[in-house]
């Protein structure tokens, strides 16, 4: 009797022990070369080692490309609001001719409300042959003057959407809004109130009536951008 209890009970248990081991036991580990976690980048863009810590993160693998198509410009021909490269709204002469070399600046003069008021032109030391930007400035209260308003000309210098000088209007009025139409002594420009910007449209491309009469719709959507106006 004792003999058959134990025939029974022995193989029950020798299952239960080998089922506890298996619980205990540790899975089978995942290399970050297998095809479910795929390696991380480097730096440089290409697949990394296996091992975090042993080549630096990539942030991102690559710069998405410019919404418009256009070519994204570098840093010294990054238009932003109130700032075009290293040129801002608001800084002082004495500034401007420490950031810019005094070879590229030119004097020269504008006309507001019947003032003469100073100004320069300013040359690309990049690409001398493309067209001068013109820098108007004016009084900061303080004896000396300020930059008040930049116009650019020069297609090297585009925003973070790739509009600059030869977009079509209708990417600058999607990309960054249209507040109204105003005349200026550039150009007809329509002006974005949301970026602080004006772009100067094609006079070609227009309505052949006065400028003051032609409405935002009148401007064909691939009527080109001939200048971009920074004000404040």
Excluded at 90 to 111: C, F, I
Excluded at 209 to 214: G, R, S, V, Y
Aim: with cysteine; aromatic share 6%.
């Amino acid at each position: 009797m004792q003999f058959r209890f134990l025939s029974v009970v022995l193989p029950v248990t020798a299952c239960l022990c080998a089922g506890l081991t298996g619980c205990d036991s540790t899975p089978a580990a995942r290399s970050a070369t297998d095809p479910g976690t795929p390696p991380f980048a480097t730096a440089n863009g290409k697949p990394g080692p296996t091992t975090p810590g042993s080549a630096s993160v990539a942030r991102t693998a690559s710069l998405p490309p410019a919404e418009s198509g256009a070519p994204l410009p570098d840093s010294l021909h990054l238009i932003s609001p109130g700032q075009a490269g290293r040129l801002r709204l608001g800084m002082s002469e004495s500034r401007l001719k420490r950031v810019v070399p005094a070879q590229l600046l030119t004097d020269t003069t504008y006309q507001d409300q019947g003032r003469t008021l100073p100004a320069y032109q300013l040359r690309d030391a990049q690409y001398p042959d493309d067209p001068a930007s013109t820098l108007h400035m004016i009084e900061d209260g303080k004896g000396g003057f300020r930059l008040r308003r930049i116009r650019i000309y020069s297609s090297r210098y585009r925003t973070a959407e790739g509009i600059g000088v030869g977009s079509p209007f209708g990417a600058a009025r999607q990309n960054l809004g249209l507040t109204r139409i105003r005349n200026t002594p550039a150009g007809l420009a329509a002006v974005s109130g949301q970026v602080q910007m004006a772009w100067v449209v094609d006079p070609n491309s227009l309505p052949n009536k006065p400028a003051e009469q032609i409405q935002s719709s009148e401007i064909p959507p691939a009527a080109r951008i001939t200048g971009v106006l920074l004000y404040r």
